[in-house]
């Protein structure tokens, strides 16, 4: 993205957000503007009331000094209620930007996530919108203040003496030059720190949740060792930043000296030599020109700003950009009715390099107990990712209901399909709220008879707080096991048509795999099961039987399979 283009879809896009508070942010303008003048016409107050002194009027005098009380008064006001509005506006702002990318993080396909570490997500969430939004309201108020003091310092200056004003003018071109120079330099360190800051979230985040694994590889030493240098280089690169900045901001400030300089100089030659300029215009002139020259050092000083801007805007809407919202969000909302499912000539690749399926052709029957097995990394997970429509196939179509599952919505996909995945998530919060999280209409009674059927009721009703226990983060509290089971009966919990079992027994014992073997047998006669396994006792209990290997998936028979099985098992 260009620098014009950068800041051109900055503008676009912030507008719709300022857009939606237009009352509220015409009025912090109109305030803005109504401070500009108040804090304009005070000199000329003062001017009048050192005249009075000089005629000693006392009365006009007091009068002015009671009005100027008045006149304080109503500045103090202005500008509190301004703050207010200010305050106000870039909260509404912040809270609009993190809930609508937040809605479209969520919406972002499969992909987005395996290429997007967690932390970067979280960093891009907190930080782009906050500053965004402080820029568009207190940034952009400063500015438009100071060009609106530009602007009508010049015609002033103009009408007090042309000649001098275009010596103070010469200040300008200066500026310009370095604001553009500087503000590369500033924005290219910025888009670095960000893409640091990302990282440094993302060593938090792993960091935190893989504790047990880094504890048990006795790697915390390395860990800190890279934790280290990522703050380290993000000190570096923040302290440069700040030097360009500083830098930029003193070249100026010599600059404007210079140009006081300057004006001094030519502005006793008009005085004393050519009489051009009385003396008393000239002070005022002297007033304004300093004004002026303040107001170009405060632009200058806000163009670090507006380099952040650029720069957070760009990383908002780079993650919308780069992955496809349209797969996601589109299709007819329809129930699941028969669970028939069928892949026809569907290739898949996360990586074209290497395939995992190459035309297959599955047909799955409603109502009826299906096995896949096949070698580790065969493809076997992959099959029902590509069923939940967490990836696109690169060609061929799945449909479920005789319906192009793409015709179908996130919400009928999400509604008709359960699935106990392979390493089964939970929320920090109670084992009741984690269940009813998929079914918020189902009865105590259904929770307590559900989980009895996962053969998980016994052991919560163990735990001193029952169902009301905290299973902790990402359900780390229970054993693999128990989790294996309560994921079981969330997933029955939720009613679904089509229900998919990945590994669902591998971490547990004997006793309780023939009860979730059963389960699984009885919900087949009102649903489409389809079950990943390595456990070879489901072979006699299923309808169908897929052996998945080598980008292919086939239909088998039980006595073929056990053939083969030893290899596997
Ligand atoms: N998110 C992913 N991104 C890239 N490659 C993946 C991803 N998930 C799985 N794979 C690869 O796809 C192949 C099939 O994986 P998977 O379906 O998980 O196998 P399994 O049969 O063991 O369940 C493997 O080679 C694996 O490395
Ligand atoms: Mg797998």
């Known amino acids: ?88 506006l870039s909260e509404e702002i912040t809270f609009d930007l993190k809930s609508e990318m937040y809605h479209k993080l969520m919406g972002l ?60 003018l010469t200040l300008v071109p200066f500026s310009i030059g370095l604001f553009f120079f500087s503000g590369k330099l500033m924005r290219k360190q910025m888009m670095a720190i960000s893409v640091l800051k990302d990282k440094f979230f993302s060593h938090i985040q792993e960091s935190f949740t893989g504790i047990k694994t880094i504890k048990g590889l006795n790697i915390q030493e390395v860990r800190k060792l890279e934790f280290n240098n990522i703050l380290n280089i993000l000190k570096k690169k923040s302290i440069t930043t700040r030097n360009y900045s500083a830098l930029s901001q003193n070249i100026s400030q010599f600059f404007m000296f210079c140009t006081q300089v300057a004006i001094i100089l030519a502005g006793s030659l008009f005085v004393l030599k050519y009489k051009t300029l009385n003396i008393a215009f000239f002070l005022a002139f002297n007033n304004y020109s300093s004004q002026f020259t303040s107001s170009v050092m405060e632009i200058m000083g806000l163009n670090s700003s507006l380099q952040q801007m650029a720069v957070s805007i760009q990383r908002i809407l780079h993650l919308q950009e780069n992955f496809d919202l349209k797969e996601e969000t589109s299709g007819d909302i329809h129930k699941i009715l028969t669970g028939r499912v069928k892949f026809i000539n569907v290739s898949f690749a996360y990586d074209i390099r290497t395939p995992v399926f190459k035309n297959i052709n599955v047909e799955i029957y409603p109502n009826s107990m299906n096995v896949i097995i096949g070698p580790s990394g065969g493809g076997k997970t992959t099959f029902l990712n590509l069923l939940l429509r967490f990836y696109q196939p690169s060609s061929g179509l799945i449909e479920i209901d005789d319906i192009n599952i793409d015709d179908l919505s996130v919400l009928t996909i999400g509604e008709g399909i359960s699935i106990v995945a392979q390493d089964s998530f939970f929320f920090n ?50 054993s693999g096991g128990q989790r ?65 290997n080598n980008g292919e998936i086939i239909e088998s028979k039980e006595d073929e399979i056990n053939l083969v099985n030893a290899r596997y098992v």
């Open 1 to 88: 993205m260009n620098k014009i283009s950068n800041f051109a879809t900055a503008f676009k896009k912030t507008s719709k957000y300022i857009k939606k508070h237009q009352t509220t942010y015409s009025l912090n303008l109109v305030l803005v503007i109504v401070s500009v003048i108040l804090n304009l016409v005070q000199p000329l107050i003062w001017a009048n009331t050192i005249v009075s002194i000089f005629k000693s009027e006392f009365i006009e005098v007091y009068k002015y000094c009671a009005f100027m009380v008045g006149f304080y008064f109503l500045q103090a006001l202005v500008n509190y209620v301004q703050s207010l509005l200010a305050s106000h």
């Open 109 to 168: 396909p499969m992909k987005a996530f395996d290429d997007t570490p967690a932390g970067e997500l979280i960093s891009r969430l907190q930080y782009d919108p906050e500053a965004v939004a402080d820029i568009v309201i207190n940034k952009f108020t400063l500015l438009l203040v100071n060009i609106l003091k530009f602007l009508t310092v010049i015609v002033i200056m103009f009408y007090l003496h042309i000649e001098l004003t275009l010596v103070t």
């Open 429 to 478: 919060d109670t084992i009741l709220n984690n269940l009813l999280l998929v079914n918020a209409d189902a009865s105590l009674e259904d929770v307590y008879m559900i989980c009895a059927q996962a053969h998980i009721h016994d052991f919560i009703i163990t735990l001193p707080e029952g169902y009301s226990t905290v299973i902790g983060d990402g359900g780390s509290n229970l």
């Open 484 to 548: 294996q089971r309560l994921a079981v009966a969330r997933a029955l919990l939720k009613k679904s048509k089509i229900l998919l079992f990945d590994e669902p027994t591998s971490s547990l014992d004997r006793e309780s795999q023939q009860f979730i073997n059963e389960i699984m047998l009885n919900l087949s006669r009102e649903h489409t099961v389809i079950v990943i396994t390595h456990n070879y006792s489901n072979l006699h209990n299923a309808d169908h039987i897929f052996y998945i």
